[in-house]
């Protein structure tokens, strides 16, 4: 579950981890009184979308006075805010985020992973503060550090001194530095996040550490103990098809190719999507169907699929264990002859009932392009797609 910036700052503020005073506006006339609430000086107002990027695509404007306040609230609100993260179809910006101004000295990137090969935390640090951290990776990838902690030790001194020494943080501030850095750790790891990145973090004229941007993730399976997070759930951010899915027990996350996938498993989804890659293809989505779906929740699962209208091919990939082939057949016939496919559909069926399943389609009367392996199901869809023969 993804946050807004001035979400994960109420969330970050209850550990301690140091932010500046803001409101929420939804009008233009809300900015320019949240900036007078703020003090009527310099303030800074925030397109809230989760995405990031937000500067670069006009939605982050430093203001002097509230008039100027109101004006770049008249801009940001309602504009289809397009940045790197967005993709180019943008999103509506619907609030703001008005905070208090900062007399900033330096500015540092600091965010915590879980890093899974190594099963550790991970601090991925630069001095490059307020920068994508994808450009320094790639040019300048020195300027970047990364540091393990493990599980079991928990962050210690060692690892704070060693995040202070490569930042090149005074001796004279270090204190207040690792006080924070404790903090942002232990929120990490109190809120269940899959992810936390605070960039930038700032330093302030008067030494001070500060919290001025702030992406939080919290891992879907922990919602159920993070109460306060699942309250500030924003369906107008969430994709209509993906919370489709949640009801019905599908696990659907769109994407931005043009070849619908339907899978049983996590790990066979991923594989068929590196498969349809290889094959010069882009998948427009990942969906599992799991390990007992229903012909009900297959058809669903096509629904869902073919609401996008990018997609131009669907390949579906299932190996029956638990799930049962036949049981796919008859949920793809009846998609297709309820829903009336006409794009491309390339299908790999293995394991259980196997046999019945293919013989369904056979005989089905569709025009189903069969595949015995999944590089096989990735390059026929890939080219039916490129030249496509319409189904009947």
């Known amino acids: 579950m993804n946050l807004h910036e001035y979400q994960a700052k109420d969330l ?38 989760h995405a990031g990027g937000r500067g670069k695509g006009g939605g ?8 100027e306040a109101l004006t770049a609230g ?9 940045s790197p993260q967005t993709g180019p179809e943008g999103r509506l910006v619907r ?25 550790k935390t991970s601090f991925i640090v630069s001095a490059e503060g307020g920068m994508e951290i994808e450009e320094v990776a790639e040019h300048n990838p020195e300027k970047i550090f990364n540091l393990p902690v493990s599980h079991e030790s928990g962050l210690q001194g060692f690892h704070c001194r060693a995040i202070s020494q490569f930042l090149k943080i005074e001796k004279g501030a270090e204190k207040k530095f690792f006080a924070v850095i404790q903090a942002i ?17 700032i330093e302030t004229a008067d030494g001070d550490f500060i ?14 103990r993070q109460k306060k997070a699942l309250a500030y759930l924003d369906y107008d951010e969430i994709d209509e098809r993906e919370l489709i899915a949640k009801e019905v027990g599908l696990n659907y996350v769109a994407l931005d190719g043009n070849i619908g996938c339907m899978v049983n498993g996590a790990g066979l989804a991923m594989a068929t999507m590196d498969a349809i890659k290889q094959a010069n293809g882009d998948p427009a989505n990942f969906l599992d169907v799991g390990g007992g779906a229903t012909r ?46 006409t794009v491309p559909l390339v299908v790999r069926l293995r394991g259980t009932n196997f046999e019945q399943g293919k013989k369904l389609l056979e005989e089905s009367g569709l025009k189903i392009t069969p595949a015995v392996n999944i590089d096989e199901a990735a390059e026929k869809i890939v080219a039916a797609v490129k030249n496509p023969v319409k189904n009947s």
């Open 12 to 49: 970050l503020k209850d550990f301690g981890v140091p932010v500046l005073k803001g409101q929420l506006a939804y009008t233009p006339r809300e900015v320019q009184k949240a900036a007078v609430n703020l003090g009527g000086g310099v303030v800074v107002v925030k397109a809230q979308i």
């Open 60 to 67: 982050v404007k430093v203001v002097k006075n509230p008039l």
């Open 74 to 82: 008249e801009k940001i609100l309602g504009m289809n805010l397009v």
């Open 95 to 119: 609030k703001v985020w008005v905070e208090q101004g900062a007399n900033i000295k330096r500015e540092f990137y600091l965010s915590l992973l879980l890093d899974r090969a190594k099963r």
């Open 185 to 201: 750790y232990n929120a990490y790891l109190g809120l269940d996040c899959s992810m936390l990145e605070i960039n930038p973090l």
């Open 211 to 224: 919290c001025l941007d702030a992406k939080l993730a919290i891992d879907d399976d922990a919602l159920f």
């Open 296 to 341: 009900e929740m297959v058809a669903k699962a096509f629904q869902l699929i073919l609401q996008d209208p990018k997609v131009k091919g669907v390949l579906v990939n299932i190996f029956g264990g638990i799930m049962r082939c036949d049981v796919i057949a008859e949920g793809i016939i009846d998609a297709a002859k309820t829903l009336n496919i």
